[in-house]
């Protein structure tokens, strides 16, 4: 539903005193937009977690009548940012830090017009997941070093890939036990096998869907029902996968694809 609401906000001046009119303010997260609560919050769902472009959501909102120009839009969301953000990360940051698992990725992006810094300079998104939460941080460089004392006080487990970085960070960090990524593990045995040439790499992607069967079949059971299945089931295809990875060491040439994916999950072994 779509409508207007008319705030009728009468102006209070005392006879006794000299203090200016008195107002009361608007019950609007952003006071001077013409965006009502519901429909900023319809906004920031729908960009955030739905993907829709603001020129998108400007169209659709058209159609019911509204004129919310996109310029309009992301001068609410900046101020919005700029009112909340910090409070929202810092929120965000401290349920993250309380969970007992944590997701860690980081992707490159380019910055328009920072400053010192050329527009074609590569610079990091660093990508958390975890405790019911997904937020991002923004960094200069690849290094991993801003992870010591953001992750000082977190106990658990965290997930990320092959990196080498991590494994220095959470050497320094003996309440955190590091985990492997078993999709990007699974990856290199599929560029292997897509390649054409090893079709030895076979074994490893049956086991692997073997094993995605069973999370698929066990998701919606308790933890230590999981747990549990995972120990009776998935525990002696990890086995086997082992096996097949001890046997091929040797015997792969190390640059080939097949070869790389057998070091990497070796490498990889105590994480998986």
Known sequence: ???????????????????PPQQKELPHILP???ADNGLFAYILTAKFC???????????????GIEYPRANM????IQFHEKYGERMMGLMEERFLQGRLGHIDETTCLVMNEEGRPNKTKSYMWAFLGNGVVFYQYHETRQALFLNEFLKNFKGNILTDGYPAYDQVFKLLPDIIPAGCNAHNRRYFLDAYDEGKHKVAEEPILIY???????SEIKDLSPEERLKS???????????????????????????????????????????
């Not at 739905?50 to 019911?64: G, K, M, Q, T, V």
């Not at 992301?74 to 969301?77: F, Q």
């Open 74 to 77: 992301s001068n609410n969301l």
């Open 209 to 215: 869907r073997e094993l995605y069967k069973i999370e």
């Open 32 to 34: 001077h937009s013409i």
């Open 230 to 272: 995972r120990q009776e089931l998935s525990r002696p295809l990890m086995e086997r996968f082992f096996a097949y990875l001890k046997e091929k060491e040797s015997r792969v040439t190390p640059k080939s694809l097949l070869g790389n994916a057998v070091h990497y999950a070796l490498n990889q072994w105590p994480k998986l």
């Open 50 to 64: 739905d993907a829709l472009p603001f020129h998108r959501l400007e169209s659709i909102l058209e159609r019911y």
């Open 1 to 19: 539903q779509v409508k207007v609401n008319k705030y009728i906000r009468p102006k209070y001046t005392c006879s006794i005193c000299d203090k």
